[in-house]
Each structure stands twice: as C-alpha cells, then as structure tokens.
C-alpha cells in the first residue's frame, strides 16, 4: 500500500514546488514506484517535469468533476519510476465546482483509493492556500510534510497550517499525520538560517528532518529546462539535499 503525502503551506514560495519534484525525483531513482498529483491550479511542479499543461486533455481537474477515470488522468513515466496527475489554470474553477458537490472534502481520496496500491508513495502538491483543494489533499493523505523558508517570518501561519492539520485530522481524516517539516532556502553563510531552524525546532512538537535545503543556482534553474535537479544536475548540492531527504523519508515509518 502506498504512502500518500501532501506537501502543504499556504504561505507561496516556501519552495512547496521544487520540493514536490525534487522529492519526487528522487525516490524515483532509489527504484521507488511514484505518483505526484499536482493541485495547484499554477500547475508549476507539472510544467517542472517538463509536460506543456496548457495543452492537456486530463488534467486532475477533469478527475474531480468526474469527467475521466483516474487512470486516464495519469501521465506514465515522466522520469524514472514516476508519473504525473497534472494541472493548469482549469484547476481555478475547482472551488466553484465542489461546493455543490456530494461529500466533497472526500473527491480526490475516492480516486486515489483505487490506484494507491500501486504506488510507493504518493506526493500531493498543494495549493499556497487553506482552500478545498488543500482539505481534499488532506482527507486523501496518510501524513503532510510542511516546506519552510529560512526567513524571519518563518513561523508566521505555521500554527495556522498545524491547526487546519489538526482539525483534518478531528473532523474529517483520524488518521492524518504530521510527516514533518522542512527547511528550504538555507543560506550557511548567514545567521539568520541557522537561527530560524532553531527558533523553529524548539518551537515545534513536530518532527523536523535532518535535512535542509539549501539556496541553489542549479535547483532554481532547473524547472526552466523542465528537469528535476537529479536530472538537470545530479552532482549540485541541491540534488545531494533532496537525495537525503528521500532517504530520511524511507526510513521513517
């Protein structure tokens, strides 16, 4: 059985996108079997893997109105091990969609049922916002790994974020985890990095991972070639990061 992980935050560019990709990535090369659903109507960790969204027939947005199976919104083997769920800017009208709709903090969870056992892990990619389409990632996941930058105002709408974890959790998914949190956009040549992971840690109650990751020219260029960074540059230190962080993530059961 698959392990489905939703990458949150609703705060934006915290690093949540190249986060799903690289992640992704990379438990694709350790010979993991991968599915990445992309939710955010920005579409980015799609066009990250290369794949023009706006010229798709299926996108998840045709999942959740029901008009294709999910099998049929799959993109197989965009990179080793992995396939794709993608997104474009259709995904925006979601939220209309859903209001009237039969149980629908449970619509994305209904589909992946059917396929979850396929999978070694299954990476949700959020949208930066607590909105439908976030609950539904939630109500559909196993745990949620929350990307943090390594700035001043790091802690701001975290407790936010662990409040609508929690009340997922109470109210609609009494399985839902904290996976953990990781930090993103290490800068080691400055104080303040070191600070907020501190502050941070002796703050939370949550599992923070080993692994942080750093500010990289190589992993901010690679999106642009459509390439996760194990592709685009395997030798960077932001591949060696999310290579350890995949490791970190295996182990944890």
């Known amino acids: 059985m698959g392990r489905v992980i939703a990458i949150a935050n609703q705060k934006g560019g915290v690093g949540k996108t190249t986060t799903a990709i690289n992640l992704s990535a990379a438990m694709g090369k350790k010979g993991k079997k991968v599915l990445v659903i992309d939710i955010d109507p920005q579409g980015n960790t799609t066009s990250g893997f290369g794949i023009e969204k706006n010229e798709l027939d299926k996108t998840v947005y045709d999942l959740i109105l029901g008009e294709c199976s999910i099998k049929e919104a799959i993109i197989p083997d965009v990179c080793d091990n992995l396939s794709i769920i993608p997104a474009n800017v259709n995904l925006a009208a979601a939220e209309i969609e859903l209001i009237d709709a039969e149980k629908k903090e449970y619509v994305l969870k209904n589909e992946v049922d ?109 999106p642009s070639y459509g390439k996760p960074i194990c592709d685009y540059d395997p030798k960077s230190a932001g591949a060696e990061s999310y290579n350890k962080l995949a490791e970190e993530i295996i182990k944890v059961k």
């Open 114 to 222: 059917w396929i979850k056992d396929q999978y070694d892990y299954i990476f949700i990619d959020c949208p930066p916002s607590l909105s439908m389409l976030t609950v539904n990632a939630m109500t559909t996941a196993e745990s949620v790994l929350v990307p943090i930058q390594c700035e001043y105002y790091a802690m701001e709408g975290l407790s936010q974020l662990i409040h609508t974890i929690n009340l997922v959790k109470k109210k609609l998914n009494p399985s839902l985890a904290m996976e953990g949190v990781v930090f993103t956009m290490f800068d080691s040549r400055t104080n303040l990095s070191q600070e907020v992971v501190d502050s941070v840690k002796e703050a939370l109650e949550e599992r923070v991972f080993e692994t942080t990751i750093p500010r990289n020219v190589r992993l901010a260029e690679a």
